[in-house]
């Protein structure tokens, strides 16, 4: 009887421990934000993309300060692979790093998983946040969560778009892009944030950046030091590209790429 009883407490157990580490996509949700507004005119901005492979370095080291010492000089940044909070003990890391750079954070979660939200994207800002979006998008696997997040952000008077997004491999990618440029390409000044996960010879991508619906800024900003496989994109639209330029791999395995823009074309 004893040893029937143990049996059923471990497969009971195992049901537990399998139904906890399940994947769950997130709902799609809106906020909107009660933030003083910044009424200066503002002649240029450095915006960024970075994907912190959650903080750990290409030496093994997970180091939150040294993600931050690479972000010291930026103004708004886009995150991937940014862990959530662990159970109120631990905050995610996005608001760690709103706190060591004194700018509004956002942690956009793409999956909760053994009753937490896991890990997702993340949004720094200098300026005041108006209202924020996050969209689920398409996964047919039902492992790979992913999310499109939009936030109108208010620089100086001017209200932009800052969307932010990472991209699946290979499954469900071109429908996540189509959907996600779309979107980008339904406002007037916006700015799009990411891994793709792609290059630009990625046929449906190097098609859209044949037109005139968008900028490939960092193209713009680095010249002939761009890379063919760069893969962390920051794309523009109704904005102007000044200058751009680039972190190598260290604090993370992804360079962190920058780009200065003005709100005028």
């Not at 690479?70 to 959530?84: A, F, M, P, R, S």
């Not at 924020?132 to 047919?140: F, G, I």
């Not at 990625?202 to 005139?212: I, K, R």
Request: overall charge negative; aromatic content about 8%.
């Amino acid at each position: 009887m004893a040893l029937i009883l143990l049996a059923f407490l471990i497969i009971l157990l195992g049901l537990l421990i399998w139904v906890l580490s399940i994947r769950r996509p997130v709902a799609a949700s809106f906020k909107t934000f009660s933030l003083g507004e910044n009424k200066q005119a503002v002649d240029s901005v450095r915006v960024g993309t970075y994907n912190i492979h959650r903080a750990r370095g290409t030496d093994g080291k997970k180091d939150v300060k040294r993600i931050a010492g690479v972000l010291e000089k930026t103004d708004i940044v886009g995150l991937n692979e940014v862990e959530g909070s662990v159970y109120g003990v631990v905050v995610d890391q996005a608001s760690m790093l709103g706190s060591e750079l004194n700018m509004v954070s956002e942690f956009y979660p793409t999956q909760s998983r053994w009753l937490r939200e896991d890990r997702g994207n993340g949004l720094l800002s200098k300026y005041p946040i108006r209202h924020l979006y996050n969209e689920p998008l398409v996964d047919s696997t039902g492992r790979r969560n992913r999310i499109l997040s939009t936030a109108q952000v208010l620089i100086g008077t001017e209200s932009v778009e800052v969307m932010t997004t990472h991209l699946s491999r290979r499954v469900d990618q071109e429908i996540q892009l189509e959907i996600i440029l779309k979107r980008f390409c339904s406002y007037d000044k916006a700015i799009l944030l990411g891994d793709f996960n792609i290059s630009r010879k990625f046929p449906s991508l190097a098609v859209f950046l044949q037109s005139d619906f968008a900028v490939d800024a960092i193209a713009v900003g680095l010249g002939d030091e761009d890379s063919a496989a760069r893969i962390d994109w920051i794309l523009t639209r109704g904005l102007s590209v000044r200058d751009a330029g680039f972190e190598p791999v260290g604090a993370s395995d992804h360079p962190y790429y920058w780009v200065d823009l003005t709100l005028e074309l």
